[in-house]
Structures are given as C-alpha cells and as structure tokens.
C-alpha cells in the first residue's frame, strides 16, 4: 500500500529545476525530506549553491504541485545542513543531463580536487570523446563549468562536481 | 540575544555582502566573455552567503528583522567589513589581487569555522566552503598567469599586490569579541590562520614570480564600523531604493 509520504514523493517527482527542466528535483536531490509528523507537510529542500536564483522558484513550484493535488497548507524549509553535494543526483538525473548535453558530476565528491588542483577529465556529451578540456571553471549557472571537446570541437556545460 | 555573536555574524555577513556587491560591478565589464561570467558567480556566491548570515543575523535580531532590514537599514558605522572588501575594484589585475589575498584567507578561515560550536555558522561553513575552494583555486591561477605573464602584466600585478598589502593586516586582528567567542569554541582563532595564509601567498608569488611585501604599518578599523568613504558610495547606491520605497517588492 502507498503511504502519504510516497505520494508526495511521487508527486515531487513531477516538478523540475527550472534552469534544467529535464531534471526533477527529487533528481537533483535537493528534496531531503517529506515530513509528516507535525499538523501540516513539510518538504525539506537544500540550496544546490548559497546564491542559486533558482531556489524561491522550486520553492514556489512545490508548492504550487501539491496545491493541485490537494494540499493547501504545505510547509517548505530550506536546510543548509548537511550540504547539498551532487552524490545526491540521481543515476537517472545524471543519465538525462548527458542526453540534454551536460556532461553529469564525474565521481565521487569525496576525491574532489584539492585546493588549486588540476581539473577533472571529463567525457564530452556529444561524442563520448575523453579528450577535452576545462575552458572556465564557471559557467551558465553556478552548478556549472564551460568545457570544450578537441575531439568532436563541441563546447560543453559540466555539471561540477561538489 | 548575544551582543558578541551578533557582531561576529554581521562582519562575516558584511564581507561576502561588500565583495559580492563590489564584485557584481564587474558584470557586463568583463575583460572576455568567460571571466565576465566568472566574476558574476562568484558575485552570487558572495551575495547567497551574505543572506544566510544576514538571515541568521536578523534572527539574533528579533522577530521584527529580515535579512532585507539588515543589509538595507543599517548605517556605515554599523557595518564591519573589511576595509580591503571595500576599495574600488581598480583594474583587472588590482581585482584580482585583491581576490587572491582575500580568498585565500576565506579558504583557510572557513576550513577552522567548520569546526564552530555555533551550528548555524557551522552549516554555513559546510555550504560556503566547497564555493569558496573554487574561488581560492581561481584568483590564484589568474595571479599565476598574470605574475608569470607578460611583462607588463607582471609589473601591473607585482603594484597591485603591493598597493593592496597595508590592507591585509586587519584580516588577522582580533578584539574582545574575537576573544570571548573564541573561549567559547565559536569563533576562529586568527593567529594560525595568519600563519597558513602568509605561507600559501609566499608559494603562489613564488611560482608566479612575484615578490611578496614587507608586512609594514596595516589598515584597520572596518570590523569596529570605522571605514573609508568607500563604502558609503557602495551603501548609497546598494540602499537607496528600499529606503526611498521601503514597501517595494518584486
Ligand atoms: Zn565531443
């Protein structure tokens, strides 16, 4: 039988980033938790990055969800701790950025780079190609770093590993 | 409410909110397209810290303070900044000298605030940290490239890191605020951080062949609310919209 909770997830599943409309946010894994136990829902949702515009957004669109689905009185709390890190995504998320064309976080956040070290190599998502190169460290969005292809001579979004 | 915590809180609010607005000047001004779109990140990253600081800072406060009320109505003496955050952005080079000194000290001071018995500065820490890592990685490579450059841009940088060394000083003061919150296991003690900072700027003006100043007589005054006239052209331009419209809403 389906709890409240799994529908709400169920339902969560349904509203996507607004800057990478392919990805849910449940995807992204920025929904961290449904709660129940006290008189009204509470969604639980972490910043991806402090400044991320995109935040009030999902917000507001989950809101907007389960209002349509029946939920007038749904809480959303923003949580800082523990961090947002892209092991949170989803191996389906990661699997639709590359078909969108960003190339998915490469790794575990765990070895991520230290402190002025050398960047990740990074599969281009148009040809498959290992041979790029990073072009800035930041890009579109703050999730984000411009990379080019010497391969297929693509430029690239990577979703950078945190 | 903790007249100590308070005032901490606000001068690390105060820093990411006067560099990122500081930093924001640079968009649309950009020397190519790509470092345009890099100081405008790291713009944001500045300014979404200030709002989790302010926010905590206007919860200190009391119910009738938002983070709005904080950053847009209070005056230059109540703001603690450092004075370094504050100067005018200068040329390419002088921005990012000043990037790279104050990075680097951000890198190594939020790595000890992880560390923090305050939880909520702690989780600030734990987000702010893995941002503030990729700005400390990206203001030195540019220093690298600029020091190990051409020759003029090796001159032009070697003068804004010297211009900008009587400013470093104070990132290492501590007063009784510092004291009190530092016995209590809030606050970061400065003096090891000082040590580390002055050694990874050696390293990197080293392989950027750049000569590293003199320590000599150093500003200060921005965390106590003394501050250049800097920073009321930043304020009057930065508060002038909520005051004159203060019900003003998206
Ligand atoms: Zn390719």
């Known amino acids: ?162 | 409410m903790q007249k100590e915590l308070l005032h901490y809180t606000l001068r690390l609010g105060d820093n990411a909110l006067i560099l990122g607005h500081r930093l924001a000047e640079w968009c649309g001004h950009g020397p190519v397209l790509e470092q345009d779109i890099a100081l405008s990140n790291i713009a944001l990253d500045h300014l979404g810290q200030a709002r989790m600081l302010l926010q905590y800072a206007a919860r200190q406060k009391g119910e009738s303070y938002t983070e709005d009320k904080v950053a847009f109505f209070r005056d230059i003496t109540e703001y603690y900044n450092l004075l370094i955050l504050e100067l005018p952005n200068g040329d390419w080079g002088d921005t990012l000298a000043r990037q790279f000194l104050f990075d680097t000290y951000n890198y190594f001071f939020y790595t000890e605030l992880l560390n923090s018995k305050d939880d909520h500065l702690k989780a600030v820490a734990q987000k702010a940290i893995k941002e503030i890592t990729y700005h400390a990685q990206w203001s030195a490579e540019w220093i690298i490239r600029l020091g190990d450059g051409t020759e003029e841009s090796h001159q032009r940088v070697q003068k804004s890191i010297d211009d900008l060394w009587m400013w470093t000083g104070e990132m290492f003061t501590m007063d009784e605020i510092d004291q009190k919150l530092i016995e209590e296991g809030v606050a970061v003690d400065l003096a090891p951080i000082k040590e580390q900072w002055h050694q990874k700027v050696a390293e990197i003006l080293d392989v950027a062949t750049l000569k590293k100043p003199q320590d000599d007589w150093m500003q200060s005054g921005g965390k106590q609310g003394e501050h250049s006239e800097y920073l009321g052209y930043i304020l009057a331009e930065m508060q002038h919209l909520p005051r004159m419209h203060p019900e003003a809403e998206w």
């Open chain 1, 1 to 162: 039988m389906k709890t409240k909770e799994d529908q709400i997830w169920q339902w969560l599943e349904e509203v996507t980033d607004p800057e990478i409309p392919v990805l849910t946010v449940v995807d992204m894994g920025v929904v961290r938790e449904v709660d129940l136990a006290g008189d009204h829902p509470v969604v639980k949702i972490t910043p991806t990055y402090s400044g991320c515009p995109a935040m009030n957004e999902i917000e507001q669109n989950i809101k907007g969800k389960l209002l349509q689905e029946g939920l007038d009185n749904v809480e959303v709390q923003t949580v800082l701790s523990p961090p947002w890190t892209t092991d949170w995504m989803t191996d389906k998320g990661k699997e639709r950025l590359r078909e969108y064309g960003i190339a998915p976080p490469e790794g575990s956040s765990a070895d991520k780079s230290v402190l002025f070290g050398k960047p990740k190599q990074v599969q281009c998502p148009h040809c498959g190609s290992q041979e790029t190169t990073m072009v800035s460290q930041f890009g579109s969005t703050p999730c984000k770093a411009l990379y080019k292809c010497t391969n297929c001579q693509e430029p690239f979004d990577y979703f950078k590993c945190i």
